[in-house]
């Protein structure tokens, strides 16, 4: 029997499970592949009903399929500038007929507010590209060097292209490793978004955090607010009851 998901698949890439009301990716092996930080900042940002999102530098549209499936009333513009991968985030969309509520657009996240327009959104996602370009040896897939290395995408890029989109009092989230964290919180501060909640990701406890989910809001006065600590592990190993919570 032929299988109907083959349709939208093209030589070399794959069906991955996100493990979300049946939801199914596309996704090559020899380019960047989601992980558990998309996971973490799709259940992070935690989109409301009836919301506007965008997803800046969506990659293959895991958060942006993910945050369709945590909210079924929401709306969600995908952003992505490398067109093999938006075509491949468009298809996931297609598989998982999702095309009234996911749009996939492949454009630099800069200009993005020049499409959807500035101002218009009330939430905006972003799993950057977390190593400086030239810090460590860069991948020798394009694909993987673009996913993993900011080149010049900077943090400031990053917060300016969320604040264009977002309206006053609109969200912007983003997973960032923890030791630069204070880079991604003063280019928030510079573009109008005042850093609101934070909550660091540890591998397990007692360590120095590895990441930090950050929430800033456009035009948002003082106070941050410190959330609790995320443990993906036990001491023995196992997967802890939050995290549990978070993929199931």
Known sequence: MCDSNSNFLLPGERLDDLQANGMKLIQRPDAFRFGTDSVLLADFAAPRKGEKAADLGCGTGAIALLMAAHQPDCEVDAVELQPGIADMAARSVALNRLEGRVRVHCMDMREAWR??????????????????????????????????????????????????????????????????????????????????????????????PKFVLLEGVKQGGEGLHWLEPLVLRNEDGTFTEEWHRIYD
Request: with cysteine; charged share 20%; net charge positive.
């Open 115 to 208: 499409t959807l327009g500035a101002g218009r959104i009330s939430l905006a996602v972003c799993n950057p590209p977390y190593g400086r370009s030239g810090a460590a040896l860069e991948s020798q897939s394009e694909a993987k060097r673009i996913a993993r290395h900011e080149g010049d995408l900077t943090p400031a890029d990053l917060a300016k292209s969320a604040a264009m989109l977002l309206k006053n009092g609109g969200r912007f989230c983003a997973i960032y490793p923890a030791p630069r964290a204070y880079e991604l919180m003063r280019a928030m501060d510079g573009a109008g978004i005042a850093p609101k909640r934070l909550r660091t990701v540890h591998g397990v406890a007692g360590r120095a």
